[in-house]
C-alpha cells in the first residue's frame, strides 16, 4: 500500500498508509481465488464474508461491498486498519500457499473508506422496536461492536462512556498516524444513526452502580466492556523519578489530550532527546514512534527476549526501523536513575538470555550475572502490559472475577456470575487485538438478545 516515506512521516502524525487506490483495490482483489469453503471466513472473529466483499470490489461495487461487509461488522475502517489479518483471514488464505496472501485487511479499509468519503453511509434495516432496553458500559471496539449489532434488532441501547470521547482504547491508545481519530468517530456517529444513544464523561461504579443501571434506569441487560485500563510497571528503584510514564498516560496525553499540539491543546507532555520505550508489543511501536514524532533524537526499545518473541505486529516493527527506531533486545532495566532534579537521567539494564519456554510458550529470559551496563535516557515510557480497571468489579457486589482481576463470563455467551450481565474484550481476557474484542461483543450480542426476548 502507498504510504508516507519515513524521513517525512516521523515528524508529523498523519497517517503512515495511504490507502489504496481504485485501480489496486480491483487488482489486489482479483488474486482471490474465491474458495469454496473459504477459510478466511473462519479465520475471522467477526465472521465477514470476506470472499462476497471482495467480488463486489472486483466489479468495482465498492459502496456494496462495505454494505457487505458491515452486515456483521459495525467498524471495518477501524478493523482493516488495525487488526492483524496476518494472524487470522489472511494466515489461512490459499493464496498465501504459495506466495502473499490477498491483502484483506487493505480492501476493508478501502471500502470503508470509499462509502464514507463518497457520503453514500447508510443506516441498515432495523427491526421493530423489541421495548428493551440495554446498556453497555465501555465504548471500546467490544461494546461497540454490542452496541451496533442489538440496535439492529431493535433494542433500545444506550452507551456510557467514562472519558470525553467515545471509542475506548481506540481513541485513547492508538496514536493518529496508525488510527485518525475522525475514523473512529465516524464509525461512533453511524452507531448513532442506527439509534444507538452515547453518554461521554459517565463513569459507571462511581456515577451509578451496575444494580443501578438495572433498578433506577430500567435496563433489561448490561454488557461490561471496560477493557484492561490499569498500567503494569517494573516495580524496580526510581519507577517514581520524572519522565517515567506508563504507556497509558503517555499515549493519553497525545492521543486523545492532543499533547503533540500544545500550547494549543491544555494537556502537555515531556519528551526527551533519548527516550526509552520498555516492551515489544504494539503498545511500545506506538509509543517510540510518538516520542519521535514529538522531537526525539533517540528512541530506543528495550525488550528482554529476542525479536522473534515480539508480540507487536509484524508491519509496525518494520514501521519503527524505517522511522530510525533502535532496538536493545535481550535487555531488561533493574533500576532508573535520576539526576539532582529527581528526573531520570540513565537506566541500569542487565542482558539476557534465552532458556526453556515458559507458560506463554515463549522461552524465558534469564539474566547474565555481571552484564550490567547503563543506557543515558532522559524519558522512560513502560509498555509492558496492562490490568483490568477494578473499578466495576469492586462496586459490583456478585461479580467474579480471576486472579488477574479479569471478569469471569462464559465463553459460549459472555455471561458472567451475575444475572443478565454479561462482559467481553480486554475486561475478560486482559490486553488483546481489537478483532478479539469485537468477535466477544458478536457473541454477547446474540446472547443478550435470546435473554431479553425470552422474557416476554
Known amino acids: 500500500m502507498p504510504e508516507q516515506k519515513p524521513e517525512d512521516r516521523v515528524r508529523n502524525f498523519n497517517e503512515v498508509p495511504f490507502g489504496l487506490t481504485e485501480e489496486l483495490a ?18 475471522c472473529p467477526v465472521e465477514v464474508d470476506i470472499p462476497a466483499f471482495i467480488d463486489l470490489v472486483t466489479q468495482g461495487k465498492f459502496v456494496e461491498a462495505a454494505r457487505k461487509i458491515k452486515e456483521t461488522n459495525s467498524l471495518p475502517a477501524v478493523c482493516g486498519r488495525v487488526c492483524p489479518q496476518e494472524e487470522q483471514c489472511e494466515e489461512v488464505c490459499i493464496t ?6 490477498v491483502a484483506i485487511g487493505h480492501l476493508e479499509r478501502f471500502v470503508a473508506d470509499y462509502e464514507r468519503d463518497k457520503g453514500q453511509i447508510k443506516v441498515p434495516e432495523i427491526k421493530a422496536s423489541t421495548g428493551k432496553k440495554i446498556a453497555i458500559v465501555g465504548s471500546g471496539p467490544a461494546g461497540l461492536t454490542v452496541a451496533g449489532d442489538l440496535a439492529k434488532l431493535g433494542h433500545k441501547v444506550t452507551i456510557f462512556e467514562a472519558l470525553h470521547r467515545a471509542g475506548g482504547v481506540l481513541v485513547y491508545g492508538i496514536p493518529e ?3 485518525p481519530k475522525e475514523i473512529v468517530q465516524a464509525e461512533v456517529d453511524y452507531l448513532s444513526l442506527m439509534g444507538v444513544e452515547v453518554k461521554t464523561s459517565h ?7 451496575i444494580d443501578e443501571l438495572f433498578e433506577v434506569d430500567g435496563f433489561d441487560a448490561v454488557f461490561i466492556g471496560t477493557g484492561a485500563g490499569l498500567p503494569n510497571f517494573m516495580r524496580i528503584p526510581g519507577e517514581n523519578l520524572g519522565g517515567v510514564y506508563s504507556a497509558n498516560e503517555y499515549l493519553t496525553r497525545n492521543n486523545l489530550m492532543r499533547a503533540f499540539d500544545f500550547p494549543k491543546a491544555p494537556t502537555p507532555v515531556a519528551s526527551g532527546k533519548n527516550v526509552a520505550v520498555l516492551g515489544g508489543g504494539n503498545t511500545a511501536m506506538d509509543a517510540v514512534r510518538t516520542a519521535l514524532r514529538l522531537g526525539a533524537d533517540n528512541g530506543y526499545i528495550i525488550y528482554r527476549r529476542s525479536r522473534k518473541e ?32 529527581n528526573w531520570v537521567k540513565a537506566m541500569e539494564c542487565l542482558k539476557m538470555e534465552l532458556g526453556e519456554p515458559d507458560a506463554s510458550g515463549r522461552r524465558r529470559p534469564i539474566p547474565i550475572e555481571g552484564s550490567n551496563y547503563e543506557i543515558p535516557v532522559d524519558t522512560v515510557v513502560v509498555a509492558i502490559g496492562n490490568s483490568s480497571n477494578p473499578l466495576i468489579p469492586q462496586t459490583t457486589p ?10 469471569i463470563a462464559k465463553e459460549d455467551t459472555m455471561l458472567t456470575s451475575r444475572d443478565a450481565v454479561y462482559a467481553g474484550g480486554d475486561i475478560v481476557t486482559g490486553g488483546a487485538t481489537v478483532i478479539l474484542a469485537a468477535g466477544a461483543g458478536k457473541t454477547a450480542a446474540r446472547a443478550i438478545h435470546d435473554y431479553v426476548m425470552s422474557k416476554n
Do not use: Y
Open 26 to 43: 480491483i487488482k489486489e482483489a482479483q488474486r482471490c481465488l474465491d474458495c469454496k469453503k473459504a477459510p478466511c471466513i473462519a479465520g
Open 96 to 101: 498465501g500457499k504459495k506466495g502473499d496472501p
Open 177 to 179: 498516524f496508525r488510527l
Open 203 to 209: 463513569v459507571i461504579g462511581k456515577l451509578k452502580s
Open 310 to 341: 515480539m508480540p507487536a505486529r509484524i508491519e509496525e516493527i518494520h514501521h519503527a526501523e524505517q522511522e530510525g527506531v533502535e532496538f536493545q533486545f535481550l535487555t531488561t532495566p533493574i533500576r532508573f536513575i535520576g539526576d539532582e532534579n
Open 398 to 407: 456478585g461479580l467474579e472475577t480471576n486472579k488477574w482481576g479479569n471478569i
